[in-house]
Protein backbone atom coordinates (compact mmCIF):
# COMPACT_ATOMS: atom_id res chain seq x y z
CA UNK A 1 0.00 0.00 0.00
CA UNK A 2 0.87 3.65 -0.70
CA UNK A 3 -0.20 6.79 1.50
CA UNK A 4 0.22 10.19 0.08
CA UNK A 5 0.16 13.31 3.09
CA UNK A 6 -0.39 16.32 1.95
CA UNK A 7 0.79 19.92 3.98
CA UNK A 8 0.75 23.73 3.35
CA UNK A 9 -2.21 24.90 2.48
CA UNK A 10 -4.44 27.67 4.20
CA UNK A 11 -5.18 31.37 4.28
CA UNK A 12 -3.62 33.80 2.33
CA UNK A 13 -4.00 37.30 1.36
CA UNK A 14 -3.87 37.93 -2.72
CA UNK A 15 -0.43 38.24 -3.97
CA UNK A 16 1.32 36.00 -1.37
CA UNK A 17 2.64 32.71 -1.84
CA UNK A 18 1.97 29.03 -0.09
CA UNK A 19 4.38 25.61 -0.65
CA UNK A 20 2.26 22.46 -0.73
CA UNK A 21 4.34 19.35 0.13
CA UNK A 22 2.97 15.71 -0.82
CA UNK A 23 4.97 12.83 1.23
CA UNK A 24 4.55 9.30 -0.07
CA UNK A 25 5.50 6.76 1.72
CA UNK A 26 4.65 2.68 1.54
CA UNK A 27 5.28 0.11 -0.84
CA UNK A 28 7.37 2.62 -3.41
CA UNK A 29 9.73 1.22 -6.00
CA UNK A 30 9.54 4.19 -8.06
CA UNK A 31 7.44 7.54 -8.58
CA UNK A 32 6.92 7.67 -12.51
CA UNK A 33 4.81 10.84 -12.37
CA UNK A 34 3.39 13.65 -10.02
CA UNK A 35 1.25 16.00 -10.60
CA UNK A 36 -1.71 18.51 -8.28
CA UNK A 37 -4.75 18.73 -9.42
CA UNK A 38 -7.37 21.46 -7.89
CA UNK A 39 -11.14 21.65 -7.52
CA UNK A 40 -13.05 24.96 -6.61
CA UNK A 41 -16.75 24.56 -5.30
CA UNK A 42 -18.84 23.83 -8.24
CA UNK A 43 -16.54 23.18 -10.65
CA UNK A 44 -14.54 20.29 -12.25
CA UNK A 45 -11.07 19.04 -10.73
CA UNK A 46 -8.64 20.52 -13.12
CA UNK A 47 -5.21 20.16 -13.60
CA UNK A 48 -2.62 22.56 -12.10
CA UNK A 49 1.17 21.64 -12.64
CA UNK A 50 2.52 17.73 -13.60
CA UNK A 51 5.97 15.94 -14.26
CA UNK A 52 5.52 13.64 -16.47
CA UNK A 53 8.85 13.48 -18.08
CA UNK A 54 8.80 16.82 -18.83
CA UNK A 55 6.44 19.34 -16.97
CA UNK A 56 3.72 21.16 -17.78
CA UNK A 57 1.22 23.85 -16.15
CA UNK A 58 -2.39 25.16 -16.58
CA UNK A 59 -1.96 28.66 -18.42
CA UNK A 60 -3.97 29.45 -15.29
CA UNK A 61 -0.73 29.17 -13.55
CA UNK A 62 2.61 29.35 -15.94
CA UNK A 63 5.31 31.66 -14.06
CA UNK A 64 3.26 31.65 -10.80
CA UNK A 65 3.61 28.22 -9.47
CA UNK A 66 6.35 25.92 -9.90
CA UNK A 67 6.26 21.97 -9.50
CA UNK A 68 9.50 20.12 -8.08
CA UNK A 69 10.21 16.76 -6.47
CA UNK A 70 12.41 15.45 -4.43
CA UNK A 71 12.83 11.60 -5.20
CA UNK A 72 15.45 10.67 -2.42
CA UNK A 73 11.79 12.21 -0.47
CA UNK A 74 9.17 10.44 -2.43
CA UNK A 75 8.07 13.93 -2.37
CA UNK A 76 6.25 16.29 -4.79
CA UNK A 77 6.25 20.29 -3.70
CA UNK A 78 3.81 22.87 -5.74
CA UNK A 79 5.38 26.68 -4.44
CA UNK A 80 2.47 28.87 -5.94
CA UNK A 81 3.51 32.51 -5.89
CA UNK A 82 1.15 35.66 -6.64
CA UNK A 83 -1.88 34.06 -5.29
CA UNK A 84 -5.08 35.22 -6.47
CA UNK A 85 -8.73 34.60 -5.16
CA UNK A 86 -9.47 32.54 -8.39
CA UNK A 87 -6.40 29.97 -7.04
CA UNK A 88 -9.18 29.25 -4.42
CA UNK A 89 -9.90 25.63 -4.09
CA UNK A 90 -8.90 22.02 -2.99
CA UNK A 91 -5.40 20.50 -4.00
CA UNK A 92 -4.94 17.52 -4.59
CA UNK A 93 -1.78 15.77 -5.16
CA UNK A 94 -1.54 12.68 -7.71
CA UNK A 95 1.27 10.60 -7.95
CA UNK A 96 1.65 7.25 -10.32
CA UNK A 97 3.99 4.70 -8.26
CA UNK A 98 5.52 1.29 -9.49
CA UNK A 99 5.30 -0.63 -5.97
CA UNK A 100 7.30 -2.73 -4.70
CA UNK A 101 5.19 -5.77 -6.19
CA UNK A 102 5.89 -3.93 -9.26
CA UNK A 103 1.90 -2.98 -9.88
CA UNK A 104 1.79 0.52 -11.51
CA UNK A 105 -1.29 2.52 -9.59
CA UNK A 106 -2.52 5.74 -9.21
CA UNK A 107 -3.07 7.44 -5.97
CA UNK A 108 -4.82 10.77 -4.38
CA UNK A 109 -3.69 12.93 -1.58
CA UNK A 110 -6.87 13.83 0.84
CA UNK A 111 -6.70 17.39 -0.32
CA UNK A 112 -5.71 20.69 0.95
CA UNK A 113 -7.64 23.70 1.40
CA UNK A 114 -6.47 26.93 -0.15
CA UNK A 115 -8.63 30.43 -0.06
CA UNK A 116 -6.71 33.46 -0.93
CA UNK A 117 -8.47 36.78 -0.05
CA UNK A 118 -8.46 39.60 -2.23
Known amino acids: QVQLAESGGGLVQAGGSLRLSCAASGSIFSIDAVGWYRQAPGKQRELVAA?????NYADSVKGRFTISRDNAKNTVYLQMNSLKPEDTAVYYCNVQVLTTTFIRNNYWGQGTQVTVSS
Open 51 to 55: IRGST
